[in-house]
């Protein structure tokens, strides 16, 4: 009866978007209302109503499967969950929502690859890197997530999200692998600079400013820049008053002593 409840409210959901601006129409409309309910969900840390938000567009996807913009906001759905999924320990579900997200952003490389896409399928390969369980696993998907980052920049050198993911990236690359905390703060700087004057057009993407705060401000906290780093997290809170991430755990953290 449950599974009946939410297959309906999807089904309704599907039929009547009351959230998109009237000039959107077909796919981009459903590309929007995914775009829009993805970042809420990710800034409330509501896993639930992210993976619902990839259920939708899994529906949308039935009918247009190769849409790059559907295929895309899935891919992002199921990145936000992981990282939900990791701070709740369940692994074993982050490493599936990746795979998953992998393999949807192959789909896009392979029939007309943008930089978006590229970048996000590099962010998502690092993190498996992490999940893998296998220390040797960094020799070879470290430097086809590098790669993928390298030709996002190549195709778009002016696309925040691809300076955002790359200073990401550098956060867990050693230093002597091109990585480190000092690469990261220059990276994440300016995908900063290059948010504040993008204008997306909608369905496009457009998140990330906040994050771009978000991992500078964890970037100057390993530095011990403790101001710094409050400065940064209150910038993410600007442009994301509702993230509880920021809210809930960074700021918190700044307060708390490291052990001896």
Do not use: C
């Amino acid at each position: 009866m449950k599974s009946r409840r939410v297959l309906l409210v999807v089904s309704f959901a599907l039929a009547a978007p009351l959230t998109l601006g009237a000039q959107l129409t077909g796919t981009a409309k459903w590309a929007d209302s995914a775009r829009r309910e993805i970042e809420a969900a990710h800034a409330a840390g509501d896993l639930d109503r992210l993976n619902n938000a990839a259920a939708l567009v899994e529906r949308a996807l039935v009918a247009t499967p190769n849409d790059r913009l559907l295929l895309y906001y899935r891919s992002l759905a199921l990145y936000r969950s992981a990282a939900q999924f990791m701070g709740r320990k369940r692994n074993d579900d982050a490493k599936k929502a990746l795979e998953e997200a992998d393999m949807l952003l192959e789909q896009i490389e392979t029939k007309s690859p943008a930089a978006d896409a590229l970048a996000l399928r590099g962010g998502v390969i690092g993190q498996m890197i992490g999940l893998s369980g296998n220390p040797l696993a960094g020799m070879t998907m470290g430097p086809k997530s590098s790669g993928l980052i390298d030709r996002a920049m190549e195709t778009d050198p002016k696309n925040p999200r691809v300076w955002l993911i790359r200073g990401m990236s550098a956060m867990f690359t050693p230093k002597m692998f091109g990585g480190g905390t000092d690469k990261a703060q220059r990276d994440l700087r300016k995908a900063a600079e290059l948010f504040a004057v993008e204008r997306p057009v909608a369905p496009e993407p457009s998140w990330g400013h906040a994050d771009a705060y978000i991992w500078l401000g964890q970037a100057l906290q390993q530095e011990e820049k403790l101001d710094d780093a409050r400065a940064a997290y209150q910038k993410a809170l600007e442009l994301q008053p509702t993230n509880q991430w920021v809210k809930q755990v960074l700021i918190p953290s700044l307060s708390t002593k490291p052990k001896d």
